[in-house]
């Protein structure tokens, strides 16, 4: 293909571009070992939800560094089951948001 530029994979999230390191959690079946977590742990931290889950929670740089993280994941046969960006100014569930009835 003469003359193609061919443009890079851009992560968009509500239709905005990546621009800034943002929060994420990825929850993948099962429970995962430190083994195979072991590249993700100086950016993640990382829990069990629930039996059968593996939560990881931390901040993603750009769009190369969340390729490489799911890159991973996949290459140990983990199952993804949700990748969820966390915009720090949305609001979290607290008590203090809680209506009385």
Known sequence: MAGVVMWAHIVVGDGE???EPTTYEIVVRGRATERILRPLLDDFAVDHPEP???RLT???????HLH???AHLTS????????TPHDAHQPTNSTSERQDP
């Open 17 to 19: 571009a990546m621009n």
């Open 52 to 54: 059968g889950r593996t």
């Open 58 to 64: 931390g901040v993603i740089r750009d769009p190369a």
């Open 68 to 70: 490489g993280v799911l």
């Open 76 to 83: 140990v046969t983990a199952e993804i089951i949700s990748l």
